[in-house]
């Protein structure tokens, strides 16, 4: 079955320090992977994606991700973490017939100044 | 701004009654997706439309029912409420299934808050 699992649940990074959070998956198939943000109070927004090709990702906001087929992992990096970083990310995989996406319980992140 | 919209924003309801939440997808996307956000369960998966038919079905309850009408907006209708449904409902919406590998588009939630 499909599934996704992000062990931090909540993770303290000071600004300006670098970042990178964990996601690994469970999938039958080449998976399409993805990472959103939840800021407060509103909807998921998509940071990046991953279909094929280039296993090192760029996404909005200064983000990356590299998918390592050999650890079923997908882990979200920022070199230099900015206040308004502080949110809830969710790693998700999807590719299936149906085309929803699994989620992973999320972690959240707090930046100190 | 996701182009997804739902209604309402807000909801607050006892016990045993029913509620209707409304989602209107983006424009041109044909495929609609409902998840459940609690804090124990995270981001469930409860059902996905597809141009009107149902197309997947995740986690959701028999008290839960959804339609996808043929202006492609929908419906998530949930009855005979319980304290443990209060959660945060999203819609979501893509432009194909069946193979998509596509990023689903977000609504900004429906808080249900069952009393």
């Known amino acids: 079955a499909q599934s996704v699992t992000q062990p931090d649940i909540h993770i303290t990074v000071s600004e300006g320090a670098s970042l990178e959070l964990r996601c690994n998956y469970s999938y039958g198939a080449t998976p399409y992977l993805f990472w959103y943000v939840q800021s407060p109070g509103q909807g998921l927004q998509l940071l990046l994606k991953?279909?094929?090709?280039?296993?090192l990702v760029q996404g909005i906001k200064g983000f990356e991700a590299e998918f390592k087929r050999s650890q079923s992992s997908f882990n979200l990096r920022k070199p230099s973490v900015h206040w308004s970083d502080a949110a809830e990310y969710f790693c998700?995989?999807?590719?299936?017939?149906?085309?929803?996406?699994?989620f992973g319980k999320g972690t959240k992140l707090s930046v100190k100044p | 701004d996701s182009g997804v919209t739902q209604t309402p924003k807000h909801l607050i309801t006892a016990t045993g009654q029913r509620v209707t939440l409304r989602c209107s997808p983006r424009?041109?996307?044909?495929?609609v997706y409902w998840y459940q956000q609690s804090l124990d369960q995270g981001l469930q998966f409860l059902i996905q439309y597809y141009n009107g038919e149902e197309r997947a079905k995740g986690n959701i309850l028999e008290r839960f029912s959804a339609q996808q009408f043929p202006d492609l907006h929908s419906e998530l209708n949930l009855s005979s409420l319980e304290l443990g449904d209060s959660a945060l409902y999203f819609c979501a919406s893509s432009f194909r299934a069946g193979g998509n590998t596509g990023e689903l588009f977000f609504g900004e939630g429906s808080r249900l808050t069952v009393l």
């Open positions: 998700a995989v999807g590719g299936g017939s149906q085309g929803n996406l699994i």
């Open positions: 424009s041109g996307d044909l495929s």
């Open positions: 991953y279909f094929s090709g280039d296993t």
